[in-house]
């Protein structure tokens, strides 16, 4: 599932502002995803998680987006490359693990669909 046609392999990181148990039902999907506190990141700032995924290839998934913005936008103007991150709406409740399984799966698809990674160097959106 996270090999696109082209390629392209999605691979992400969650942060703690994301739920374990989708996590975990992502993995049993095929999903290639690790949670901050398995990496060793639980007492991490954000830009030290940034810099982490940004290090391992992993697209940063989290509802943080008044900290993680910003990060995105300095990386992205000083033109440095980076896999992306990915923001879980409000809309998408935190405890509803199949609804954000769901919206990742489906990004997922969307993406490799088109054999492209649309958050890379920058920042999208789960719907």
Same mark, same amino acid.
């Given at each position: 599932?996270?090999?696109? @046609?082209?390629? $392209? !392999?999605?691979? *992400?990181?969650? =942060? $703690?502002?994301?739920?374990?148990?989708?996590?975990? $039902?992502?993995? !049993?999907?095929?999903?290639?995803?690790?949670?901050?506190?398995?990496?060793?990141?639980?007492?991490?700032?954000? @830009?030290?998680?940034?810099?982490?995924? $940004?290090?391992?290839?992993?697209?940063?998934? !989290?509802?943080?987006?008044? =900290?993680?913005?910003?990060?995105?936008?300095?990386?992205?103007?000083?033109? +440095? @490359?980076?896999?992306?991150?990915? *923001?879980? @709406?409000?809309?998408?409740?935190? %405890?509803?693990?199949?609804?954000?399984? !769901?919206?990742?799966?489906?990004?997922? %698809?969307?993406?490799?669909?088109?054999?492209? %990674?649309?958050? +890379? %160097?920058?920042?999208?959106?789960?719907?």
């Amino acid at each position: 599932m996270s090999d696109a @046609p082209g390629g $392209q !392999t999605f691979r *992400f990181l969650f =942060d $703690q502002h994301v739920s374990g148990p989708a996590l975990r $039902q992502l993995r !049993t999907r095929g999903v290639d995803v690790v949670h901050g506190a398995e990496v060793g990141l639980a007492e991490a700032d954000d @830009p030290e998680i940034f810099r982490w995924a $940004q290090s391992e290839g992993r697209i940063v998934l !989290t509802r943080n987006y008044r =900290d993680f913005a910003p990060l995105v936008r300095a990386l992205a103007a000083a033109r +440095e @490359p980076f896999p992306g991150v990915l *923001f879980l @709406p409000s809309s998408l409740r935190p %405890n509803d693990v199949g609804a954000h399984v !769901t919206a990742l799966i489906r990004w997922i %698809n969307d993406a490799e669909a088109a054999a492209a %990674n649309p958050v +890379e %160097n920058g920042l999208g959106w789960l719907s």
